[in-house]
């Protein structure tokens, strides 16, 4: 069942996604006199297609992986001649531009309206509030004191710990001054502190920039019980169930859900007595974790999670603007995404950020399922984030991509004559190089990951 969550949030994400992407070429290219011959969601054999008044056909491909929009051009085939004034290569110029630019800008123009959407209804967040800065961090270097909600970092306001995180996302891999102010309700005072960074270094596939500077937020007490539990997992085979409260772990009381994971992380392959509470009546059973490889070494890992636990009311807070306010908050958030993109992507071609990062079409199944179970706010957010790296990386000045044709079409605006087709096939030879690489990439982490 979960499997089929997951497959069915992953069409339903990139099957929205591709369609508005290739709506954005196919409307601006209609407006422009240009004939469509084609509009295809998905590659490969074809399952379903119609055709409309205009002859377009309209397909929905058997591999949901991408899309595309085909024109008429001379250069993909003969064009009878009273077609030629809707041949997309006799267009003007900055008619081809706006075509080729028109689908990475709906992507962006989605992510804009979802979050207006969403500051329109109100989004929920967690209060930014400090429970504990690790030892020998940087926080805790700078003498951060707990329970102060983080209200500003670098003089930008964060509501969330999201609003953090990307904050301090954008000062990986820096020097410099780093300014936080936090806010202490019940001494009714604020206070700021300046971290000193020095080409902050921090493993995002691990752990976040909010951990890695060595803020702990505050959350409140978690016991020891089973919320879910993975199909033929340990935890499973072993008999526990939903609900069940860990009193002990190897005859040592545990009262909370971090003693318990580190209990049993420390215990790969070895048997571990539990005494069990459930439906009120006391049980033993033994588990024995499976062992995990991780980075750091092998760990003892069951296939459980923990049950949800209610957040206290003054920790929590609705984020709400107005309906032309929310536009602003849309444009605003859009564009803080899209830097954030292009500054990790530099600092990855940089060596800052390491290539593990890039991620590919495995985890975004993952998350677009664990959004989706997450609910609709939790999924809207995703799409609009996913819409937003869409529609970026189409732009990026690498053959095959929008943002290719874009760089060839705009030397022809500057050069007053096409770029010669010799060097286009350089750049097509060379463009599939290097999307290729980078999806092998991006695979090879997916997996790895897993």
């Known amino acids: ?20 992407h290739e709506w954005g070429h196919f409307y601006v290219a209609r407006r422009c006199g240009v004939k469509v011959l084609t509009f295809s969601v998905g ?6 297609s119609w055709r409309d008044k205009q002859n377009t056909e309209y397909v929905i491909a058997a591999i ?46 989605f992510a804009v309206f979802a979050y207006w959407l969403m500051f329109v209804a109100g989004v929920s967040a967690v209060k930014p509030t400090v429970g504990a800065t690790t030892p020998g961090s940087l926080a805790a270097l700078a003498a951060i004191e707990p329970g102060g909600e983080v209200v500003m970092v670098d003089g930008v306001e964060t509501l969330s710990w999201d609003a953090v995180n990307l904050r301090l996302a954008a000062r ?20 700021d502190y300046r971290i000193q960074l020095n080409e902050w270094q921090i493993d995002l596939e691990n752990e976040s920039p909010v951990r890695a500077l060595g803020l702990v937020p505050w959350s409140p007490s978690i016991p020891p019980v089973i919320g879910r539990l993975i199909d033929d997992g340990v935890a499973a085979k072993s008999g526990l169930q939903v609900g069940d ?6 005859g040592e009381p545990v009262t909370e859900w ?9 215990s790969p392959d070895q048997v571990l007595p539990l005494l069990l509470e459930r439906n009120g009546q006391r049980l033993m059973l033994d588990l024995r974790p499976a062992a995990k490889q991780v980075e750091n070494g092998v760990i003892g890992y069951i296939g459980a999670g923990v049950a949800q636990v209610e957040w206290p009311e003054e920790q929590q807070r609705i984020i709400h603007y107005g309906v032309f306010e929310s536009l602003s908050k849309g444009v605003e958030k859009t564009w803080q995404m899209i830097t954030l993109i292009l500054e990790s992507l530099w600092k990855m071609l940089e060596g800052v950020i390491s290539v593990k990062n890039l991620s590919g079409p495995i985890t975004i199944a993952k998350v677009a399922g664990a959004s989706a179970e997450s609910g609709v706010e939790a999924f809207v957010s995703f799409l609009a984030y996913l819409s937003i ?10 053959p095959m991509l929008d943002g290719g044709h874009l760089l060839y079409y705009t030397l022809e605006l500057l050069r007053g004559k096409p770029v010669s087709e010799r060097v286009q096939m350089i750049g097509l030879r060379l463009g599939m190089a290097i999307l290729f690489t980078l999806m092998t990439v991006a695979i090879v982490n997916d997996v790895m990951r897993l």
């Open 1 to 20: 069942m979960e499997l089929l969550q997951t497959l069915l949030a992953t069409l339903v994400t990139l099957g929205i996604l591709v369609t508005i």
């Open 43 to 48: 590659f490969g054999k074809p399952l379903f």
């Open 64 to 109: 949901p992986l991408g899309g595309y929009v085909r024109m008429l051009d001379e250069r993909e085939g003969p064009v009878a001649e009273e077609q030629l004034d809707q041949a997309f290569n006799r267009k003007p110029i900055m008619q081809r531009i706006a075509v080729v630019a028109a689908g990475p800008a709906v992507n962006l123009i």
């Open 172 to 191: 990986v891999g820096e020097s410099g001054a780093l300014d936080l102010r936090v806010r202490y309700p019940e001494q009714l005072y604020q206070k």
């Open 245 to 250: 409260r860990v009193l002990e772990v190897d």
């Open 258 to 266: 971090t003693a318990l994971v580190k209990k049993i992380q420390a």
């Open 389 to 398: 790296s869409l529609g970026v990386l189409n732009l990026l000045p690498i």
